[in-house]
């Protein structure tokens, strides 16, 4: 279904983009792309016309939804927000020229970049940046970022150009935080923004959009960035949700770009004139999560039996044909400043049966519910890990569910899961979201007391070398003893007609470029 | 004539009393569906509050027989409200998408109805030909295979040649020339996919009557072979070729999600179905009236064409 929520968690982390060459099907080789065209100095002119697998009937302007990756795209090619993720996954201004924070990390004080206006020309002020992060706190807001926003205690101008905000406790990393793409700058009436308003202050217009179909857009004559950003003249964002007729759509020429090109028949698709592929992996990861509560998974020892039971590097090669990396059981990926290199957890049918033993267990029986809506290929996945965890006598007896209301019915429902994440763009964010005791989406209910502390510890940390410890003893903790088995980190496939030339390097955050191939690409 | 008007009559009554038991089994059904739009909304990012927040504002927090309500009067005043999801009115959500279902399910009857009419009748005059043969193994095939088949091969010889377009991608405002052309192979494709059921249809309703004593007459009498089955068998063969006609058009307006899919045409079958996956629920319910009705009014139109062409039933003495 392509109403995944999956999509709708915010955030993801990008700190390295990895793009593969026509040939190269590494797991992390960090190979530039073969041809060219990535390193030609971009062009001002054209049409875009980019194919999204995403994008339904149901979405609309509100940035408190923006459930799927069109909607989000589309956000990010009208919007401007006030900090952004560049393409190595650092940290870069945009309508918040340069930001300091108090020593506690717990107030921070933005200036806003002169001179950029909302399309309608009013000037962006610190009372829209207050509106438009107002507009998702409080009571009332249903907003998917609520949780981001939740930490802010006050918000204030300190003229027109300042903004002050105060959180609750110390968070080194809140500038990252205010880049998630629900929180674009809006222009504001009266204290409030009009949520369902297609004006922003990002590189392109609407000219029309009808939901679920396609979106029009002009370029922003009086964008900031230009003329580094914002080559193309127009662009139309396409929806074609069944994945052959996105291909066909890019070899016939219909479009230019599309995402989403199916692992299984990527090689068929290279083979088609014209048309180049282009991958990248950043922090989107797919898991099995198990309810810790619950025997047998209660037990550290069933988890870790059940850790090494899968081959991690069979299900990259089968599921993911390649395009992805491989997991560790922990969701911090390579590209984060604070990821800890440990050692891989490899596939070991000997060390799981020994755990099993410390268990007292001989053999172990439990059932694992998927469906292609936790990830593509995740049934295939969980008959390939049954498969491979019947050499340690484990039985995974897999369940195969519906997709629709996986997320509802499912998904921290059922004891043992399959589950997929689009990551954070920091540790932090990621371990707050998903492995602290008691929060929302802790899907594994994993409560553990030394991890907690050191969650909270680390977060107001501005030592880097405190913090970099902190966050390698958290790894090992949620390799060792937490609930989730993480085989592999999966690309982002995208294919591109040769007309389209792209930066040397491309933002894995997200698909696209980090959402923003349309302001960052041309024709080359 | 009057018998005639009242028959109109009261199966228009009974149209009514049927779409009013559809809403209730529409309405039902969809109580039934696991998870509530505010879940499906708000998806992976539910939390219990944001929930309780987007039930109270949608009104959720409802019984279901005073929903019930609130919608049957709602649509008996023409207004079908606004979608959950995104806020937009529902009559000008799905105007949109039903002209364009219309729009292909009239291009593709424009095209399958006369072809599968004249092929009918031309494997009923040369029956057992090569022709026949060739002509019922050609549509039986093309009815057999999953219409998603049958666009991928139109696709595959039509569309990567260049000479039609791969998606019916039609930017607003397209003259209707550049519309028929950009659509012409979602057409293509459901017409190979009714042709069939109206052509064999056709065909054997005539074989049938070819046997019956007053062609045998009439081919005494020295007629043609044309004649005597244009103008002798066809008339009385029209009424189970008018309702096989109609039962394909509603499906061309009802049931062509798969194809709306692959040719990326912006129709209803597609707007229910995301419908359905953000149970969006008074889309649904308005798409799914909208399909009743569309049932109810062709059969009800066949039913009427259908006693129009028997003289008997017409003039009763």
């Known amino acids: 279904m392509n109403g995944n929520p999956a999509d ?88 918040a020229e340069s930001w300091e924070a108090s020593p506690d990390a717990r107030v921070w004080t933005f200036k806003l970049r002169a001179g950029v206006t909302f399309h309608s020309g009013k000037p962006v002020t610190a009372e829209d940046v207050i509106a438009s992060l107002d507009y998702h706190r409080g009571e009332e807001s249903t907003s998917a970022a609520k949780p981001i926003v939740a930490p802010i205690v006050e918000i204030a101008a300190d003229g027109p150009g300042t903004v002050v905000v105060t959180l609750e406790s110390g968070n080194a990393d809140f500038p990252f935080v205010i880049s998630d793409y629900h929180l674009p700058i809006l222009p504001a009436t009266d204290g409030r923004i009009d949520p369902l308003s297609p004006d922003g202050c990002g590189g392109y217009v609407v000219e029309s959009y009808e939901p679920g179909v396609r979106a029009s857009m002009t370029r922003n004559p009086n964008y900031w960035k230009l003329p580094d950003r914002a080559h193309f003249d127009a662009v139309e964002l396409l929806t074609i949700i069944d994945a052959a007729a996105r291909q066909n759509a890019l070899i016939t020429g219909e479009v230019d770009v599309i995402d989403q090109v199916d692992v299984n028949t990527v090689h068929l698709l290279q083979r088609a004139p014209g048309v180049q592929i282009l991958s990248t992996t950043g922090t989107q990861h797919f898991t099995f999560a198990m309810d810790t509560r619950a ?46 290199d440990l050692p891989q957890r490899v596939y070991d049918p000997d060390k799981a049966k020994f755990h099993l033993k410390e268990a007292g267990l001989d053999t172990l029986q439990v059932p694992l519910s998927a469906a292609d809506a936790a990830f593509p290929g995740a049934v295939d996945a969980a008959v390939l890990y049954s498969e491979q965890a019947a050499a340690a006598g484990i039985t995974i007896d897999v369940i195969r569910e519906p997709n629709d209301g996986y997320w509802s019915n499912v998904w921290m429902v059922k004891p043992f899961v399959a589950v997929y994440w689009s990551g954070r763009p920091t540790a932090d964010w990621m371990f707050s979201t998903a492995y602290a005791a008691g929060v929302a989406w802790n899907d594994t209910f994993w409560d553990n007391e030394r ?31 937490g609930g989730v088995v993480i085989p592999m980190f999966a690309s982002y496939v995208m294919g591109l007609s040769d007309a389209i030339g792209h930066p040397e390097q491309v933002g894995a955050n997200w698909t696209l470029d980090g959402f923003r191939a349309v302001e960052r690409w041309w024709f080359a | 004539m009057s018998d005639i008007w009242w028959m109109i009559l009261r199966r228009l009554a009974l149209g009514v009393l049927t779409l009013f038991v559809v809403t209730l089994l529409i309405f039902g059904a969809i109580q ?64 949109g998408r039903l002209a ?19 092929l009918g009748v031309l494997a009923a005059l040369w029956r ?30 039509l569309a990567q040649s260049g000479l039609f377009p791969s998606i019916s991608n039609i930017p607003p405002g397209a003259p209707l ?29 005539i074989i049938n009557l070819l046997a019956s004593p007053y062609i045998e007459m009439a081919r005494l009498k020295g007629m043609g072979p044309t004649r005597v089955i244009v103008h002798h068998a066809l008339p009385n063969a029209l009424a189970p070729i008018i309702n096989v006609v109609a039962l ?17 045409y912006p129709g209803l079958g597609q707007l229910m179905v995301d419908s359905v996956a953000k149970r969006d629920i008074p889309v649904v319910q308005a798409a799914a009236l909208i399909f009743a009705a569309a049932y109810i009014l062709l059969n009800l139109a066949a039913d009427v064409l259908s006693t129009l062409s028997n003289p008997r039933l017409v003039n009763k003495r």
């Not at chain 1, 040939?23 to 100095?41: F, H, I, K, V």
């Not at chain 1, 149901?58 to 989000?72: G, H, R, V």
């Not at chain 1, 909270?456 to 913090?467: G, M, P, V």
């Open chain 1, 8 to 95: 709708g968690r915010f955030g993801a982390v990008s700190r390295r983009s990895l793009l593969r060459g026509a040939t190269a099907l590494g797991t992390a080789a960090l190979l530039p792309l073969g041809s060219g065209r990535a390193a030609a100095q971009p062009k001002q002119g054209g049409t875009l016309r980019l194919a999204m697998a995403h994008g339904s009937s149901t979405d609309s302007y509100d940035p408190a939804m923006l459930e799927n990756a069109f909607a989000q795209l589309f956000a990010t090619a009208r919007n401007g927000y006030m900090t952004e993720i560049a393409a190595d996954g650092s940290l870069t201004g945009d309508i």
């Open chain 2, 248 to 264: 394909n058009l509603a499906y061309l307006i009802t049931g062509v999600v798969v194809v709306e899919v692959v040719f990326v």
């Open chain 1, 451 to 481: 991890f907690n502390q050191l969650l909270n510890e680390a977060r107001s940390e501005l030592d880097e070398t405190k913090r970099a410890e902190m966050y390698r003893e958290m790894q090992l903790l949620v390799r060792d003893d």
């Open chain 2, 32 to 95: 039934l569906l696991p998870g509530d739009p505010a879940q499906a909304i708000l998806g992976q990012a539910a939390t219990p509050e944001t929930l309780a927040a987007l039930r109270t504002e949608l009104g959720l927090d409802l019984p279901a027989w005073q929903r019930y309500l609130n919608w049957i009067s709602g649509v008996l005043h023409g207004d079908f409200g606004v979608s959950l999801a995104n806020k937009r009115p529902i009559s000008e959500l799905i105007a």
């Open chain 1, 295 to 340: 025997a047998p998974f209660s037990d550290n020892n069933v988890r870790l039996a059940l850790k090494y039971a899968i081959d991690r590097q069979e299900l990259l090669d089968k599921v993911l044909n390649g395009y992805g990396a491989l997991g560790n059981d922990q969701p911090v990926g390579p590209s984060d400043r604070f990821f800890a």
């Open chain 2, 128 to 157: 057992g030909s090569w022709f026949d043969r060739a002509i019922n193994v050609l549509t039986l095939s093309s009815i057999s295979f999953p219409e998603f088949f049958v666009a991928y091969i139109l696709i595959f010889w």
């Open chain 2, 100 to 118: 364009n279902t219309l729009f292909l399910a009239l291009y593709a009857a424009v095209i399958a109805v006369p072809l599968s009419l004249v």
């Open chain 2, 177 to 205: 020339a550049e519309k028929l052309y950009r659509t012409f192979l979602p057409a293509l494709t459901l017409t190979l996919v009714v042709t069939a059921h109206m052509m064999r249809m056709t065909r054997a309703a």
